[in-house]
Nanobody
Framework: QVQLVESGGGLVQAGGSLRLSCAAS????????MAWFRQAPGKERAFVAA????????YYGDSVKGRFTISRANVKNAVYLHMNSLKPEDTAVYYC?????????????????WGQGTQVTVSS
């Protein structure tokens, strides 16, 4: 099993920045591709960004391209989401997810492990 714990959420003004972190523990010896999803009130969970095990392949949702950057530090079993130029519509609970295939994917169904989420609120 793999446990994922997110941190770094909070309240920020529009135009500001935040960095989310996700720490993986448990059976992390195998390759894990990681991703961030988000869910706003009353909306379905949406893909944000993904990164493969080696970190040389990333994929972003259209709404965050150019503003968000996903990165990872395998030594620390961690993945990060650097969020810049935040907008009120970025307000959501952000979830970290992982799967054992060495690919990037926007499909939530492919992810085997999920964190509990961290709230990001962007005020206008």
């Amino acid at each position: 099993q793999v446990q994922l714990v997110e941190s770094g959420g909070g309240l920020v003004q529009a135009g500001g920045s935040l960095r989310l972190s996700c720490a993986a523990s448990g059976r992390t010896s195998s390759s894990l591709s990681m991703a961030w999803f988000r869910q706003a009130p009353g909306k379905e969970r949406a893909f944000v960004a993904a990164i493969n095990w080696s970190g040389d392949n990333t994929y972003y949702g259209d709404s965050v391209k150019g503003r968000f950057t996903i990165s990872r530090a395998n030594v620390k079993n961690a993945v990060y989401l650097h969020m810049n130029s935040l907008k009120p519509e970025d307000t959501a609970v952000y979830y970290c997810a992982a799967h054992r295939l060495d690919t990037v994917s926007f499909q939530a169904i492919l992810y085997d492990y999920w964190g509990q989420g961290t709230q990001v609120t962007v005020s206008s």
